[in-house]
């Protein structure tokens, strides 16, 4: 089973490109982040023709979630319990919830498509709701693992934070001046391990960035970052075979500034089909 997570930044201008990607590298599932369109805006015909369902979190033309699927869906929700919200100028509980987080089950994998907040800037309100929002999360995937050890449980995207220093290659942002490697920031990925989550795609890829900014030829330059993650459940990463980050689609016509980030599982079924060894 083949699964990966891709920050698609408008999937109305890059459907060609991505399902392109989904056919030739059979793909089983994608989360995809910044689809930035409505349900009833998304292209799912070009996904549903290459043998696709979807399930789709979007409330206006930013932000936004999705999930392409080969094998059923089930138990789709959009958010997770206690999640925050965000409203620029507006404090205090109650606050909208933007599209950021879907989860669903495909073959006994609890797989979640999140896209993180961005935090804008050091001090800026959207700096807290973004430390804000990755402490729920991270309470919500205790929860789910304290309820049920075994649950092979994925939390999938763009993160927006670059955990350690070689994962930042970007020089317009400075230690102790931006968002994405404060340690804060970095505290709060970090602390994903302590709820029973760790990097899947880490120890079989060292190294290598997943996002590059359009400007100032950062991707010729190799001037990106690592942001865009898979963390898993021991029951989840016990499964991963092998992973790889596609850099090459950054390339070419149109590209988004995100790359795909993919995970290869044997999962239980596919373990009862190998051939027995005596």
Partial sequence: MRIATW?????????DRTVDWMVREDVDVLA????????????????EDAGYELAIHGLNQWNGVAIASRLPMTDVVTG??????????????DQPLEARALGVTVNEQRLWS??????????????????????????????????????????MGDWNVAPRD?????????????????????????AFESAGLTDVVRELVPEGFTFWD?????FPRNEGMRIDFIL?????????????????ERKGEAPSDHVPVLVDLITADEDDDRPMIF
């Fill in 7 to 15: 920050n698609v930044n408008s999937i109305r201008a890059r459907v």
């Fill in 32 to 47: 995809m982040q910044e689809i930035k369109c409505k349900p009833e805006q998304f292209p799912a015909q070009a996904f």
């Fill in 80 to 93: 997770f319990p206690g999640m925050p919200g965000f409203l620029k100028g507006q404090e205090g509980p």
């Fill in 114 to 155: 999140l896209y993180v907040p961005n935090g804008r800037a050091l001090g800026d309100p959207h700096y807290a709701y973004k430390l804000d929002w990755l402490a729920a999360l991270r309470e919500h995937a205790r929860a789910e693992l304290a309820a049920n050890p075994r649950l092979a449980l994925a939390l």
């Fill in 166 to 190: 070689e994962d930042m290659g970007d020089p317009s942002f400075v230690p102790g001046e931006s968002t994405h490697i404060s340690q804060p920031e970095r505290d709060a990925f970090d």
């Fill in 214 to 218: 359009y400007k100032r030829l950062r």
């Fill in 232 to 248: 898993g459940s021991p029951a989840f990463a016990e499964q991963v075979t092998d992973a790889s980050i596609h850099r090459n």
